[in-house]
């Protein structure tokens, strides 16, 4: 079955990088987009980023552009999301997800805290 | 495109009927195909959300059929046809019409 773990969180100050990474397993990674989605305490997802299967479209959203790259390793199955330039809005479970048809497959979530 | 959900709760007895609105700011009918780029999602708490459909109205494998979605265009309905103790979740609509994908600020579903 579907299997997607991230890492990779932590606690990090403010102006502060981390590098999450999202495992994936039980499906043709190297043919599938993977997302990333985020979720800060107590209120709604909100899109990332996310990249093609061959890595040759990424697209952002406004809010993480040019602090945040996403990138994808095919014979790992891995995503990673390197985060520069973090912001305490930036707190939040930042989950991984496939996308058929609407995010069909998500992961548990990786924990990002920015405070100093 | 801004998705907007109402209510913002919604208390409903066992066994009654919920209704959740979702509009878009824009269409979500792609016109090749006459389908509408919308999906609705379950989320309980310490859990990832759950896609309970796509294309406005179909059923993900394994989703109880009291599920059911309907609409077109800009406005949305996802109705849960009698209130199990096990639906009782914040529920989202999201457009994957287009970047940015988005989300609606969600319902939270309870008990009366």
């Known amino acids: 079955q579907v299997q997607l773990v991230e890492s990779g969180g932590g606690v990090v100050q403010p102006g502060g990088s981390l590098r999450l990474s999202c495992d994936a397993s039980?499906?043709?990674?190297?043919?599938?987009?993977i997302h990333w989605v985020r979720q800060a305490p107590g209120k709604g997802p909100e899109w990332v980023s996310v990249?093609?299967?061959?890595?040759?479209?990424?697209y952002y959203a406004e809010s993480v552009k040019g602090r945040f790259t996403i990138s994808r390793d095919n014979s790992e199955s891995a995503v990673y999301l390197q985060m520069n330039s973090l912001r305490h809005d930036d707190t939040a479970l930042y989950y991984c997800?496939?996308?058929?048809?609407?995010?069909?497959?998500w992961g548990q979530g990786s924990q990002v805290t920015v405070s100093s | 495109i801004v998705m907007t959900q109402s209510p913002d709760t919604l208390a409903v007895s066992l066994g009654e009927r919920a209704t959740i609105n979702c509009k878009s700011s824009?269409?979500?009918?792609?016109?090749?195909?006459?389908?509408?780029?919308l999906g609705w999602y379950q989320q309980k708490p310490g859990q990832p959300p759950k896609l309970l459909l796509y294309?406005?109205?179909t059923r993900e494998s394994g989703v109880p059929d009291r599920f059911s979605g309907s609409g077109s265009g800009t406005e949305f309905t996802l109705t849960i046809s009698s209130l199990q103790a096990e639906d009782v979740a914040v529920y989202y609509c999201?457009?994957?019409?287009?970047?940015?994908?988005?989300f609606g600020q969600g319902t939270r579903v309870e008990i009366k």
């Open positions: 824009q269409s979500l009918l792609y016109s090749s195909n006459n389908k509408n780029y």
């Open positions: 039980g499906f043709s990674f190297s043919n599938y987009a």
């Open positions: 999201q457009q994957y019409y287009n970047y940015p994908r988005t």
């Open positions: 990249i093609a299967y061959d890595a040759t479209q990424k």
């Open positions: 294309w406005a109205s």
């Open positions: 997800a496939t996308e058929e048809v609407g995010f069909d497959n």
